[in-house]
């Protein structure tokens, strides 16, 4: 399958965030990436309900929902109700994962799992079945525009391992310090959903930087 942009909103004008939601709209983005922060799990406060429901109504393009919070499990109806397609829990945050997992697909949303950059791939040997999609923190989470850790790469190719042994049609998300110029490499080393902030919304051309993320050649990848 081509591999699919989905730029992240924590990037964008929140004083002007109608008019970005209209440039992705014109733009190649597959999904829009709402990163959801509760100021306990990670060291900051983002979007809630209204704000998510306004962009839904703004955008016909899936929204991508990735909760850095304590006990995702209490509002996964809420978050499915004002409009995530697919909702994205961290594996540090759940105590019964398996149970939130199932949460998840049951309200109709895909469920995905995420890893802070210090969680081991291996720990999810036990759910990588049931999941569509996983989530690999290349910095860690609660700010945009860090630095890529590079032991990103690593995790990837063990991860993309297991996949093709347990779920070949798993999705693996990228988050953090995505570039036009790590993304070849993280494709090559067989990460699929390409999630971009800082490199999309401080571009001089926003649908130009998404365009080039998305023309990335498969060719290119496998040579």
């Not at 032991?151 to 990228?174: C, F, G, V």
């Amino acid at each position: 399958m081509n591999h699919l942009v989905a730029p992240s909103i924590l990037s964008a004008n929140f004083a002007n965030l109608e008019d970005d939601i209209h440039m992705l709209n014109k733009s190649t983005a597959d999904w829009i990436h709402v990163d959801v922060m509760d100021g306990l799990f990670v060291p900051n406060i983002s979007f809630g309900f209204p704000v998510i429901a306004a962009v839904k109504n703004f955008t016909k393009k899936p929204l991508d929902v990735h909760l850095m919070i304590e006990k995702p499990e209490r509002y996964i109806k809420e978050f499915k109700e004002v409009g995530a397609n697919g909702i994205t829990v961290h594996y540090e945050a759940c105590t019964h994962l398996h149970r939130t997992v199932q949460s998840i697909k049951e309200v109709g949303c895909k469920a995905g799992v995420a890893l802070n950059p210090h969680t081991p791939v291996a720990l999810l040997e036990d759910i990588i079945e049931d999941l569509d999609l996983v989530l690999i923190m290349s910095v860690n989470p609660g700010f945009g525009g860090q630095k890529f850790i590079e032991q990103t790469y690593h995790k990837i190719h063990q991860l993309k391992k297991m996949a093709l042994e347990r779920n070949p049609d798993l999705l693996i998300e990228i988050d953090g310090g995505v570039s036009i110029h790590n993304s070849l490499a993280l494709l090559k080393a067989g990460a699929n959903v390409l999630v971009a902030g800082n490199a999309v919304f401080s571009a001089q051309d926003p649908i130009h930087t998404i365009a080039e993320l998305k023309k990335i050649s498969p060719d290119i990848i496998h040579a």
